[in-house]
T-cell receptor
Framework: KQEVTQIPAALSVPEGENLVLNCSFT??????LQWFRQDPGKGLTSLLL?????REQTSGRLNASLDKSSGRSTLYIAASQPGDSATYLC??????????????FGSGTQLTVLP | SQTIHQWPATLVQPVGSPLSLECTVE??????LYWYRQAAGRGLQLLFY??????ISSEVPQNLSASRPQDRQFILSSKKLLLSDSGFYLC????????????FGAGTRLSVL
């Protein structure tokens, strides 16, 4: 069964700290991996997409890495701010995910950045 | 630009009542469409997806059904709601050809009492 796991489930850090969120997946035959942000009671916003041939992607203070061989991805957030507080979801598009390229989601890491 | 609309934003329904949630996409043609459910303390679960009008695939057997009567309209329904149907329902779309990134609606919070 293709699964996606995120650790930790919750994380609380002081403002300004650099932090890393972890995502692991069970099958290395992936098409791509995405990181999303979800604010409470809201929909998902795509942050970064890493294609299977890429090792990392950067957007502002965010950097996502991908290691297919070990089945891991990390989301690095530099100089965290209270506005970064949200749930961060990792999702994998497996190669054999069908014609609609379904995503398999992790259960998320709830991040709280304390002012 | 493309936009996705989902309504209603919140819904409180008694057990046994019917359900209809609607999702529409603007600014694109022949999108892939998805319905997800996010239960409390759990991750997103794909319920249904559609690659075209009238084409529905179900990922999880359940009390719900989906329909796509028009190219950019996706409807989630139930004839009789159960308590376990409570959750946060999200609609999403992706480009029908590339399909790399999924774009999500704002979600519907459903409480079945």
């Amino acid at each position: 069964k293709q699964e996606v796991t995120q650790i930790p489930a919750a994380l609380s850090v002081p403002e300004g700290e650099n932090l890393v969120l972890n995502c692991s997946f069970t099958d290395s035959a992936i098409y791509n991996l995405q990181w999303f942000r979800q604010d409470p009671g809201k929909g998902l916003t795509s942050l970064l997409l890493i294609q299977s041939s890429q090792r990392e992607q950067t957007s502002g203070r965010l950097n996502a890495s991908l290691d297919k061989s070990s089945g891991r991805s990390t989301l690095y957030i530099a100089a965290s701010q209270p506005g970064d507080s949200a749930t961060y979801l990792c999702a994998v598009q497996y190669l054999f995910s069908g014609s609609a390229r379904q995503l398999t989601f992790g259960s998320g890491t709830q991040l709280t950045v304390l002012p | 630009s493309q936009t996705i609309h989902q309504w209603p934003a919140t819904l409180v329904q008694p057990v046994g009542s019917p359900l209809s949630l609607e999702c529409t996409v603007e600014g694109t043609s022949n999108p892939n469409l998805y319905w997800y459910r996010q239960a409390a303390g759990r991750g997103l679960q794909l319920l249904f997806y559609s690659v075209g009008i009238g084409q529905i695939s179900s990922e999880v057997p359940q009390n719900l059904s989906a329909s796509r009567p028009q190219d950019r309209q996706f409807i989630l329904s139930s004839k009789k709601l159960l308590l376990s149907d409570s959750g946060f329902y999200l609609c999403a779309w992706s480009d029908g050809l590339a399909g790399l990134i999924q774009y999500f609606g704002a979600g519907t919070r459903l409480s079945v009492l």
